[in-house]
């Protein structure tokens, strides 16, 4: 579904992707970890067409879109919906608005068609009878689930997920873990998730690679990746050591 090829991109003279090659299985949940400052958000970044590489290719179903403009590239992005880490919510809009906005805006659609997806939208993430709420009347999870809701109302075949539970408490990131694994099997779509969240991103992914000096260092199953041999990413998956790596292997 999504494949970048020798992707490289520099900001000011300091090199962040150097040589990204990566394969995104579909309908799958793959996860990104690395180290803050890696370049993880500039990678998802140029998965959307929001960012356009210095040199290399992205592919999305075969499409190379890395070079398209204008209405072409608005074309692939329909396929998409991203997650950012605020959730990206409009305060002014009340959740009900923002989860209808992409339909109103983008499908043009009116009246109960709206409002019946967007209810069962707000349903599916837990959030039946809120949409009268504002976002600054919403804990840091509920705004999490709202964005995630406006996601979801698309029918996205890739979504792309910026640190989704940044700024949660742990039993709340649990659960938007747990709302975004159960939503990405239900409807089967891609998706690419950039985490810090170790060692719980092993419990949840289908694959997880890991971004280490611009590049791609690693790519597995959980429990295959746990087993690597590298000191520097061995180092970087226990950091806390609060689980075992085999502890975390077992934990579903």
Excluded: C
Aim: charged share 25%; aromatic share 6%.
């Amino acid at each position: 579904m999504l494949k970048l090829v020798g992707v490289t991109k520099t900001f000011g003279g300091q090199p962040v992707l150097q040589g990204i090659d990566l394969i995104v299985p579909e309908g799958k949940l793959t996860t990104i970890i690395g180290r803050s400052g890696e370049g993880k958000s500039v990678l998802l970044k140029h998965m959307i067409g929001l960012l356009q590489p210095d040199s290399g290719q992205v592919w999305v179903d075969g499409v190379e879109i890395s070079r398209l403009h204008g209405h072409a590239l608005n074309e692939v992005r329909k396929r998409f919906a991203m997650l950012f880490q605020g959730a990206a919510l409009f305060d002014s809009l009340t959740v009900f608005e923002n989860v209808a906005f992409p339909l109103r805006e983008r499908l043009r659609m009116k009246g109960q068609d709206v409002t019946s997806r967007v209810e069962e939208k707000l349903d599916q993430v837990g959030l039946d009878g809120m949409g009268h709420k504002f976002p600054a009347e919403l804990s840091g999870g509920m705004r999490k689930r709202a964005g995630l809701a406006r996601a979801l109302v698309m029918q996205p075949e890739i979504i792309l997920f910026d640190e989704p539970t940044t700024g949660l408490d742990p039993l709340m990131a649990k659960s938007i873990h747990d709302l975004i694994t159960s939503m990405q099997r239900k409807f089967g779509f891609t998706a690419v998730m950039v985490s810090h969240e170790i060692p719980e991103i092993f419990w949840i992914s289908d694959y997880v690679a890991i971004l280490k000096r611009g590049k791609i260092a690693a790519m597995a199953e959980p429990a295959e990746f746990q087993r690597t041999t590298d000191p520097e990413i061995r180092e970087f998956i226990t950091v806390g050591g609060t689980v075992s790596l085999s502890t975390a292997s077992s934990g579903g």
